[in-house]
């Protein structure tokens, strides 16, 4: 008879080890991102044509 527990437990950590490299990744993702440069947001003029159709 298959130990269902073992398999339950076995399962279990696999799961949280996988959810904790997930959040890690999210994390060092987050970081990279906070630390990049700022870029200059440049207002684009709008084209007169595009607006009266």
């Known amino acids: 008879m298959p130990d269902y527990k073992k398999m339950y437990l076995t399962l279990f950590r696999a799961t949280e080890q ?4 997930l959040i890690a990744a999210q994390q060092e993702c987050e ?3 906070m630390e990049a440069p700022q870029r200059e947001l440049i207002a684009l003029p709008q084209n007169q044509d595009t607006e009266e159709k």
Request: glycine fraction near 0%; charge should be negative; proline fraction near 0%.
């Open 18 to 21: 996988a959810i904790n490299t």
């Open 31 to 33: 970081e990279l991102y």
